[in-house]
């Protein structure tokens, strides 16, 4: 496994060993034992699965409070992502910084996002699949999000006019978010 380290202190993208021939290719996208010899001790308890019809779906940009904050492994299993996360942890050097990476079934790389970050995606294609495990389970009363367009943030996406839920292009900016990681 191919680990490479962000800007942001504990956000990686992941490259599994890829064995391909002529009828296709095998990966491992998880093995706990390969995690805990990177030093990851993740207890992933829940996988979740998406799918956006459209390209310019944008999903996020999403968190869950303490104590019910959630550590996430993505990845995309059709299609392809630019995939965005935030540190939001106010004591962080990096607070309020971003990253961006395209996750896509021709690259198969994953993104490990850890707790104390807002995570989003736009979709870059039609029919785009992601798939994800988290360390905890979905809290409605934990559930909260900031603005996939906060001009403090600024960040870069693929596309000005996305398609969101409404709960989604409701989200406070992150100078607005009341509660946030300490």
């Not at 009828?23 to 990851?40: A, D, L, V």
């Not at 839920?165 to 900016?173: L, R, T």
């Amino acid at each position: 496994m191919n680990l490479q380290a962000t800007k942001l202190d504990g956000v990686f993208i992941l490259e599994a060993d890829l064995h391909q021939d002529h009828r296709g290719f095998f990966m491992e996208s998880y093995n706990r034992r390969k995690f805990e010899e990177i030093g990851f001790d993740y207890n992933f308890i829940q996988d979740n699965h998406s799918l956006s019809v459209e390209a310019g779906t944008l999903r996020g940009m999403h968190y869950q409070l303490s104590p019910k904050a959630q550590t996430k492994l993505v990845r995309v299993i059709a299609g392809a992502i630019y995939d965005v996360v935030v540190d939001i942890r106010k004591s962080s050097p990096t607070f309020g910084q971003w990253v961006g990476v395209v996750l896509s079934e021709a690259n198969k790389r994953q993104l490990l996002v850890p707790r104390g970050f807002a995570h989003g995606f736009c979709t870059l294609t039609n029919h785009t699949q992601v798939y994800y495990k988290v360390d905890e389970y979905y809290s409605p009363e934990h559930d909260r999000g900031i603005s996939w367009n906060d001009p403090d943030l600024a960040i870069d996406w693929p596309i000005r006019v996305p398609i969101l839920s409404d709960k989604d292009g409701k989200h406070p900016k992150l100078a607005e978010a009341k509660q946030i990681f300490d």
